[in-house]
């Protein structure tokens, strides 16, 4: 038997005494911005994002689901908004759902040719994530920006490509609209 969580489906927090909960700072975010200068001027400890996760079982264990929700603070790098690191499936072949809660932002979504493109989020959204698709969400908005996930046990991560070789394109804050520029 698994335990029991509930959540709040007006801010996404997860309530439960098995929920992990993993914050990412500025200073996590080293090299994930293209103004690194601008980076390096934040508070290093300022939270830019933080994930809980339900995972009744093991990671890697085929058949299993695994929820969680993420929050994705306001605030800007340069002219880059806020944003998850990003990252690939380590298992290439398995697809993803997010369902906004609360919040404005960008899923910004990667296939393995570089082809970007993102999808407006907001309240009630829901997104499906293909496989073989690199996925980061980015707050566009003033307020926290907070989504649902449900993912394959298996699914795992690769944020090594991500890290290395970054998104075919920046979601960036031009004369106050987000904005896809490409990457060189």
């Known amino acids: 038997m698994t335990d029991h969580i509930g959540i709040s489906f007006s801010t996404g927090e997860i309530m439960g005494s098995s929920i992990r909960e993993t914050l990412r700072t500025i200073g996590d975010m080293?090299?994930?911005y293209r103004d690194e200068g601008a980076r390096r001027n934040l508070d290093p400890e300022k939270v830019v994002y933080r994930v809980q996760a339900f995972m009744p079982v093991a990671e890697g264990?085929?058949?299993?689901l695994f929820f969680g929700t993420t929050f994705v603070e306001p605030g800007v790098v340069g002219d880059e908004y806020f944003m998850t690191k990003g990252h690939f499936h380590g298992n290439r072949n398995r697809s993803e759902y997010y369902l906004t809660v609360q919040g404005a932002g960008a899923l910004i979504?990667?296939?393995e040719n570089r082809r970007t493109v993102f999808e407006p989020m907001r309240p009630g959204s829901v997104h499906?994530?293909?496989f073989?698709?690199?996925h980061r969400v980015a707050n566009t908005g003033d307020s926290v920006l907070a989504f649902l996930?449900?993912?394959p046990s298996d699914a795992g991560h690769d944020y090594g490509t991500i890290a290395s070789q970054g998104f075919g394109a920046r979601l960036r804050k031009i004369k106050g609209v987000a904005t896809?520029?490409?990457e060189p």
Request: glycine letters at 10%; a negative charge.
């Open 30 to 32: 080293k090299d994930y």
């Open 61 to 64: 264990e085929q058949g299993g």
């Open 109 to 111: 979504l990667m296939d």
């Open 128 to 130: 499906y994530i293909p």
């Open 132 to 134: 073989n698709t690199a």
């Open 149 to 151: 996930a449900c993912w």
């Open 180 to 182: 896809l520029v490409e």
